[in-house]
């Protein structure tokens, strides 16, 4: 399994960014992955010293209830998620995330916030 997040390299304050995080299943063998909410995708913004700064979900209410996705080998599932960048100038991590009950997979890609 792999994830795969795109967005922009430089966003500007007050922008609103879209994220997107694709789920691709490169193995030979159908994958489940199980989720104890209907919460299947998120991302977390670090700052330079890796402290969390934003996080996607944080203000979400998700269904309480378990969630299975099922992905064949080749297949893929994607979700674009929309933040407001509020945050100062500088240089930042976003680190996409899917966290079932048994698999956690992350990714990462570096970007510039500019006023």
């Known amino acids: ?42 991302f977390e913004v670090l700052d330079s010293s890796g402290k969390v ?19 064949k080998p080749g297949e893929s599932k994607s979700s674009t998620l929309t933040w407001k960048c509020e945050l100062q100038e500088g240089e930042y991590t976003i680190v996409g995330i899917v966290e079932a009950y048994n698999a956690t997979i992350t990714c990462s890609k570096p970007i510039k916030v500019v006023h």
């Open 53 to 71: 700064v934003y996080r996607w979900s944080q203000d979400k209410f998700f269904l309480t209830v378990i969630t299975s996705i099922v992905l």
């Open 1 to 42: 399994m792999l994830l795969k997040i795109d967005a922009k390299d430089t966003i500007s304050i007050g922008e609103a960014v879209k994220v997107n995080l694709t789920l691709t299943n490169f193995g030979s063998k159908e994958t489940t992955l199980t989720f104890p909410s209907s919460k299947v995708f998120d």
